[in-house]
């Protein structure tokens, strides 16, 4: 039982036997089957374990409260949906969810980066979704400073920090999955320990850090599911 919250048995059952069957369907090669059907079975559990982290609750900083509310959170429906959700029914095997694109939209939308790096590799849904929430920046060909940098799951985590040292001021920095893995968890409590590190949120599906000097440095998780 959680604080204005009670969970009954039968509920429980039915929201895990929702989640897992939902994404199941999601999935084709059966290596990635395997793999997409592991992190579904987690998934309601990790939400269980984030449960107070949810909606902003706790939070006190404007500007964090802000961001996990109308960014993270935020329910409405924008132009460049309809295309994302066209681009990723024609592919398959995607690393990311079709809300994670989405969820990329959005934060690209927020940023408002003048230059823009992105190391996605084949998920093209999720650069799209990056490329169109920033219409106006400015992306780089190879790593190079930038106000937004986006890291994909193929990413190597021991080149993130070499990323963070080129995050310029006001910047944001996103990396998927830092839970995927004990070698992407420990790099990323490691990214958090850099200067530059001022404002974080860990989401499990992304690791999003702001280089903000002008806020008082802070680091959330966030129930992201």
Not at 33 to 58: Q, V
Not at 146 to 173: S, V
Not at 201 to 223: K, M, S, V, W
């Amino acid at each position: 039982q959680f604080v204005g919250f009670t969970f009954t048995n039968r509920t429980l059952n039915n929201f895990l036997t929702a989640s897992v069957c939902k994404n199941l369907l999601k999935t084709s090669s059966t290596f990635f089957n395997m793999k997409r059907a592991l992190s579904c079975l987690l998934r309601p559990f990790r939400w269980l374990k984030r449960f107070r982290n949810r909606c902003g609750y706790g939070i006190h900083s404007p500007f964090a409260f802000q961001f996990v509310t109308g960014v993270i959170y935020e329910k409405g429906e924008y132009y460049a949906y309809d295309t994302l959700e066209k681009l990723y029914r024609q592919e398959s095997n995607h690393e990311l969810r079709l809300k994670d694109c989405k969820l990329l939209f959005r934060l690209a939308n927020f940023a408002h980066a003048k230059t823009a790096y992105e190391a996605l590799g084949e998920e093209n849904t999720a650069r799209t979704a990056l490329k169109m929430g920033s219409q106006s920046s400015v992306f780089l060909e190879k790593p190079g400073p930038a106000t937004l940098i986006c890291l994909g799951t193929n990413f190597p985590p021991e080149k993130w920090n070499e990323m963070m040292d080129l995050l310029q001021p006001k910047g944001l920095l996103i990396v998927a999955h830092i839970a995927a893995s004990k070698q992407r968890s420990r790099a990323w409590k490691k990214l958090l320990a850099h200067e530059k590190a001022q404002v974080s949120f860990d989401l499990a599906d992304f690791g999003l850090i702001f280089f903000r000097p002008d806020l008082q440095r802070e680091h959330r998780t966030i129930n992201y599911f």
